[in-house]
């Protein structure tokens, strides 16, 4: 069974410097493009930031570049968001997820969430 587990959430002033972490279980990690998204209240859920299997290539939404950093330890089964700068309007419910692509068939696992509040 998959289990993708974030952690790192909560009520953080702004400017401040979170990470977040989601630990996965139950799939061969290193076979799965990883990435966030997030949700905020009343709002649909959005990309926040996305990583390669390998960790060589990145990509991040407009509104989180140069503030979010996304990695990845193979070794650890493990994703971490980096989240620096923070405003406001980052407060949403954070979502990992683990994607990959087989044979034209993609396949998406999602974590449960963490909430990030950040106060002004």
């Known amino acids: 069974q998959v289990q993708l587990v974030e952690s790192g959430g909560g009520l953080v002033q702004a400017g401040g410097s979170p990470r977040l972490s989601c630990a996965a279980s139950?799939?061969?990690?290193?076979?799965?493009?990883m990435g966030w998204f997030r949700q905020a209240p009343g709002k649909e859920r959005e990309f926040v930031a996305a990583?390669?299997?390998?960790?060589?290539?990145?990509y991040y939404a407009d509104s989180v570049k140069g503030r979010f950093t996304i990695s990845r330890d193979n070794a650890k089964n493990t994703v971490y968001l980096q989240m620096n700068s923070l405003k406001p309007e980052d407060t949403a419910v954070y979502y990992c997820?683990?994607?990959?692509?087989?044979?034209?068939?993609?396949?998406?696992?999602w974590g449960q969430g963490t909430q990030v509040t950040v106060s002004s």
């Open positions: 139950g799939l061969a990690f290193d076979n799965y493009a």
């Open positions: 997820n683990a994607n990959r692509r087989r044979i034209g068939i993609r396949t998406d696992y």
């Open positions: 990583i390669r299997w390998s960790g060589s290539t990145t």
